[in-house]
């Protein structure tokens, strides 16, 4: 129960820091709002591996991952199923 509890509270202080980092990609200085721009990107990126591996986990097809994300299956599989 302690590692759902401490996964949850990870979860909330990264949506806090997600949060602050989108605020920061509207910075008038484009320096401060490229770098934010940038660390969105990584964030998105291991998000989307995280729900993918999860859904596969869970025995969702490339097709059903696919979709969900709005793209082909085949676009996909590319990506994530050499990781796995």
Do not use: C, F, Y
């Not at 509207?26 to 993918?52: F, K, N, S, T, Y």
Request: without cysteine; proline residues 1%.
């Amino acid at each position: 129960m302690s590692t759902t509890i401490d996964n949850m509270a990870g979860t909330e202080a990264d949506a806090k820091e997600a949060a602050g980092t989108a605020e920061a990609a509207l910075h008038a200085d484009p320096r401060v709002g490229l770098r934010a721009v940038a660390a969105l990107r990584r964030l998105v990126e291991h998000l989307e591996a995280l729900q993918v591996d999860r859904a596969r986990r869970l025995g969702w097809s490339w097709e059903e991952i696919g979709g969900a994300l709005g793209v082909s299956r085949q676009a996909v599989h590319k990506k994530h199923a050499r990781r796995g």
